[in-house]
């Protein structure tokens, strides 16, 4: 899912004795893959773990571990390990997050297929949770300042290349100071000057916002379009500081509840977005996310109440790129309108 | 004299539109694409009949086709049918607050005020309620689609239809002719079911405020128009050239971006060729289109990874 293989590969070759294989990059055959097994009414990301999860087989892994999260992403798992034993596979599925709460580290330790190196372990956990914190601070630098570069691709080699840095990284240290070089680099990049800033938010179900294969690049599209790009969800959101967050929104919000995975830091977001002053908001979600489903006619709803423009995207495989170039440019256009008057 | 060309490539129909410097329409062509955008652009540019004294200055292209259309003949604006439909109904109607279009494979709202694009949405992957579904059931009943409106029109009592999806709507047609009903008011009733899924599925709660422009292929129905105006107890116009207005809101847009060029007269003789094939160098298998014109290739459209 986007370039986190990146610190997680980092985290396991540090930690485990086993062998990792790294799994290949998500490509129309991955999906069309994970499809093929998969129930034709469930949500996009279960198709392309499944395509993954197969393909790393076919590379000879035997052990996977799924993510897990707090829909119906949590029982992902066990769904995909029978139908991985039902094609004649052997592997063992572990999942990480379930029903919203991570498993134990001890339960990691007694697994026996694990060979896990404990001296390193805390380090590691703490310089991965690091290296990701950057990553998303970077990105979130990139999506708003990509759009006024004057060389076109500029901002996406010194991302390339700070990722590569990354990855051998040995300390704390070593990670903030890759970070700040490179930080510098981009902000020594030339720039294009603008009358006016147009401003977007992204807003929507995980998988589909961060895996830039399953939105067909809709970041780089709007930053290519001139438009700067603000998207809460990241990883370090979704482990490290949602819980916290919810809690502040259920406080002061008209939502007393939790509605199911991001349905309710969607619409606190779509508000906050409004009082900014963002001129558009774009809503993405995989076919059947059920969560979003609820989500959408409140966001709609509150969008309303502040007069900003709403567009709501659905993916799976039988999206055509054609529709959805369609809709982002009138999208986009109306945007432009909008604001010259 | 200058004139500027707007072509609407559609999935069922193409229009063409020749305006001259102050935004007349000189003269116009509709015509059925029959799945070959290119071929019915060179139709249209025949039937346009550009007279020898013209200077063209600009052309633009809108519709599904509207990328390949545009390299073909070198077009100063490409955009897409929303904007342009925008752009045309505007110009011709500045008081305009909701634009309501119905086109073969597409519906869309947008919503308008004092004069800019302020909301708008399109139908998502069904094509109930379309064009195509009209013209498909009209030949099932054995009557010309283009006969619907003025059947619907007179009928006093249509039947109700299951609107939500093409499939069952054609299932309660066929059971609804069964137990009795008279064709005239099935059509009837079909014509409602298009205003009914056009109100649940497109608009999806925005407000519909006067003036309303009712346009595109559909706009033609006048049954459809009577149904309209029935259920939303509000006033709803069919431009007399609604059909035509991507084509027209193209050219004017193509005029605003004229950038001093002239287009040679002869844009009937490029020889324009298209090749699909599937690249398997990675497990991508893109699907390459190669275009040629005058025997050179120009462009290669379809790539992931950039390769071509």
Redesign the interface.
Known sequence: MGSYDVAVYYFLSHVLKNEIIRP?EI????LELGSKYSPDFVCTPFKYTLGTMIEALEDGADTLIQLGGGCRYGYYHELQAKILEDLGYHCQVINLISGGNPISVRELFHNSSFQIKKKSFLKYAFLTKKMVFYMDKMDSYIRVNRCYEKEKGSFNKLRKQMLLEFSKAKSSFGLRKIYHKYLKKMKKLPRRKVERRIRVGLIGELYTLMEPFANFEVEQLLNDYGFEVKRYTDVTYLLFQKKKKVKQYLKHFFIKYRIGADALDNIYHTKELCEMGYDGIIHMKSSFCTPEIGAM?II?QVAKEY?V?VLFL?MDM?TSE?GFL??M???C??LE??R?? | MNCYLGIDIGSISTKGVMIDEDGNILSSVYLNTDGSPIEASRKVLKQLSIPEDCAIRGIGTTG?ARKIIGLMLNANVI?????AHAVGTIHLYPEVRTIIEIGGQDSKIILIR???????A?N??CAAGTGSFLSSQAKRLGVGVEEFGDIAHASNTPVKIAARCTVFAESDLVHKAQIGYTKNDIIAGLCRSIVLNYLNNVC??KKLEEPIVFQGGVSKNRGVHKYFEEILGKKVIALENGHLMGAYGVALLAKKKSDGRVYKNNLLDIKFVTNGSECHD?????ELVRIYKDDKLIDTWGS?CGKY
Do not use: H, Q, W
């Not at chain 1, 490509?27 to 991955?30: L, P, V, Y």
């Not at chain 2, 004092?114 to 708008?120: E, K, L, Q, W």
């Open positions: 290949r490509t129309s055959a991955t006619p709609e007069d423009p659905s039988n054609t369609t809709r440019e009138a999208f256009d109306m309108m909008r010259k008057k | 599904s955009k897409n049918e929303i904007t004092n004069g800019v694009v302020t909301d708008y399109m998502t992957l999806k709660g990675c497990s991508n298998n893109c992931k």
